[in-house]
């Protein structure tokens, strides 16, 4: 496969960009792909990206950050605990916190460099089982015990939801899913489990098939990959 032109990438940027709405950023999923396609991005005026595997962001990051130092990175992807202290020292979210576990840990290590990691919660609203996040019930639990004993979780900064809908052809299913996370992120707002009720303003839902529907259910952030930078190698 030849690379994709400067040009390629950022007019499909320019056109997902005109199409948000003031209140959604884009976050340009660039894993599986080159650090110079970041660098076309970048050109093109983008500056948050995601990426799903510790090696390739640390990599990326190595590369990129003096050039670069206001790139933006989001880890979105399954996070193995002893991992989490390679990406502690930069990252700028962790959108994919799936377990209590995973949660302490980023704790520890956030404190180890002295920072405050922003973080999402991952809700798991979709059918396929392979897709990992906490249940609803589990969510309203692990924030009650953050918020009797906010001293054991010093280190993060609890930013709001992430969530992946089913892949599915069924626009109706997938608006559903949507739904269910928008009226769990609604509920944890308007509950009294929330430090810092100011600070949990983030829905992380919609990928390159379905961000239009993710939008229309209130996504704040949408995770676009393939439709920026093309079909993953
Ligand atoms: C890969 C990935 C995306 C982007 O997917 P596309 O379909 O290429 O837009 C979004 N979110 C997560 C969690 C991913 O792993």
Known sequence: ??????????SRLE???????SSARLVAVSKFHPADYVVKAYEAGQRLFGESRVQ???????????????????????LQTNKVKYIAPFISMIESVTSERLLREICRQAQRVERTIPILLE??????????????SELLELLGAIHAAPEEWRGIELRGLMAMASNVAD???????????RA?????RSSDLLL????????????????????????????????????RL
């Open 196 to 231: 810092q009720p100011e600070s949990f303003t983030e829905l992380s839902m919609g990928m390159s098939g379905d961000y239009q529907i993710a939008l229309s259910q209130g996504s704040t952030l949408v995770r676009i990959g393939s439709a920026i930078f093309g079909e």
């Open 56 to 78: 390739e962001l640390v990599a990326k990051w190595e590369s990129l950050h003096e050039a670069y130092p206001d790139i933006v990175w989001h880890f979105i992807g399954p």
């Open 1 to 10: 496969m030849s690379p994709l032109p400067s040009e390629v990438i950022a």
């Open 184 to 188: 769990t992120f609604d509920a944890i």
């Open 123 to 136: 809700l798991h609203v979709a059918q396929e089982e392979t897709k990992s996040g906490f249940t609803r």
């Open 171 to 181: 626009e109706q299913q997938v608006e559903r899913e949507f739904a269910e996370v």
């Open 15 to 21: 056109s997902i960009r005109a199409g948000l709405p």
